[in-house]
């Protein structure tokens, strides 16, 4: 048990107390604390980096901090290895230790940041990359029984940034180990953004894993605050899937709007310019605002309160519905 300062364990920085915090070494600290007194009719929280939650009031009951490490090699062929790695790694390591084994097909999600654990919950992605492609198996306790539980891929039911654990399995798993699939032989992935044009400018013709890892965080960097510098969260909504003859609405009114094939009849459309189109890039109110680069990103200018940056992020869902007829739906998670 230790200080229940939550300040330095959420990326937006703010200032929430937990009424108790215990950190988990191993599902044996799991099965300990189902068994004691201190579990007995307690709300738990499950926290891993914090770069995925917006902590609007103090916490009671129990936060369960996930530390559990390790990486273990428990299958490999001649084109695979699969690494079950423990759910309180944090990912970006996941990612650099991999491309430093040659092992190939994490380096399009360097510099997420977060726990290894977490990465499922949200299906988490980028550059091209979704965690369910490279995703085998998950061990979680059940906080509920007290039983561990293996979950293969198909069980997940990975969507975009969507999983069964955020919907019926929300809270009641405790997310132990996540067993991924990792390329002997690996072949990059260059199609998304400009991967490939940032190797170009750095005259890399055969861009090796290692490269293509610089290079997406070279291009994060550049396009992302450091939660470290300014507190944020990264996304803060998700981009809508709307039906393809909205959409044509959409393009008829805003011919500028941008858009992605989403599957047979829909379009996915990226938020950050339907909030930046809406004039909210750069806002500012007191401590909170949307950010000058990214207006997908929602910041802690310093000493906001959550509840401050959930009323803007409201302000900003009724705004865009009233001007696009477009719900915005929560990437992060509002405690
Ligand atoms: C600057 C920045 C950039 C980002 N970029 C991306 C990106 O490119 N792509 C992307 O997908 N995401 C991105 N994110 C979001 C975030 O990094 C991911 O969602 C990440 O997986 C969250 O991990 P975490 O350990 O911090 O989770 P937390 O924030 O601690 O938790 C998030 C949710 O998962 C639950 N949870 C956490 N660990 C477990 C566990 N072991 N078992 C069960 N439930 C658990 C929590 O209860 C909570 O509901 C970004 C965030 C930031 C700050």
Redesign the pocket.
């Known amino acids: 048990m230790s200080t229940p300062s939550l300040q330095s364990f959420?990326?937006f920085g703010l200032v929430v107390e937990a009424e108790e915090l215990v950190s988990i070494a191993s599902t044996d600290d799991l099965k300990k604390l189902h068994d004691s007194q201190a579990w007995a009719q307690r709300q738990l929280?499950?926290?891993?980096?914090?770069?995925?939650?917006l902590l609007t009031q103090n916490l009671s009951g129990l936060v369960l901090l996930?530390r559990i490490q390790g990486k273990k090699e428990v299958y490999r062929d001649e084109q695979v290895v699969h690494i079950e790695f423990g759910?309180?790694e944090i990912?970006h390591e996941a990612v650099t230790w991999a491309v430093a084994q040659g092992f190939g097909g994490l380096e399009n999600?360097s510099?997420?940041?977060?726990?290894v654990?977490?990465?499922p919950?949200?299906?988490?992605?980028?550059y091209g990359v979704e965690l369910k492609d490279r995703f085998v198996y998950l061990d979680?306790f059940d906080l509920d029984s007290g039983e561990t539980r293996r979950f293969l891929k198909n069980e997940c039911e990975f969507g975009y940034?969507d999983s069964i654990?955020k919907s019926w399995a929300?809270?009641r798993?405790?997310?132990?180990q996540v067993c991924l699939e990792l390329q002997l032989h690996p072949e990059v992935n260059l199609r998304y953004g400009d991967i490939s044009g940032v190797l170009e400018q750095w005259g890399i013709a055969h861009p090796s894993i290692a490269d293509v890892s610089r290079a997406v965080i070279h291009i994060?960097q550049s396009k992302?605050?450091?939660?470290a510098v300014l507190g944020?969260?990264?996304?803060f909504f998700k981009n809508p899937v709307i039906p393809e003859t909205q959409f044509e609405e959409l393009k008829a009114r805003y011919p500028e709007a941008k858009s992605f094939p989403a599957g047979e009849g829909y379009i996915k459309v990226p938020a950050g310019w339907l909030i930046e189109h809406a004039g909210w890039k750069g806002h500012r109110a007191g401590a909170v605002g949307v950010h000058e680069k990214q207006a997908l990103?929602l910041v802690n200018y310093g000493g906001a309160k959550g509840s401050e940056v959930l009323q803007l992020a409201r302000d900003i869902q009724a705004d865009i519905l009233d001007r696009y007829g477009i719900a915005l739906e929560m990437?992060?998670?509002a405690?």
């Open positions: 959420n990326t929280h499950i926290l891993g980096g914090g770069s995925n939650v996930n759910g309180g990912w999600m510099l997420i940041p977060g726990t654990g977490a990465a919950i949200q299906n988490i992605g980028a979680a940034r654990f929300k809270g798993f405790f997310i132990t994060r992302l605050p450091d939660p944020n969260c990264g996304s990103v990437e992060v998670n405690w």
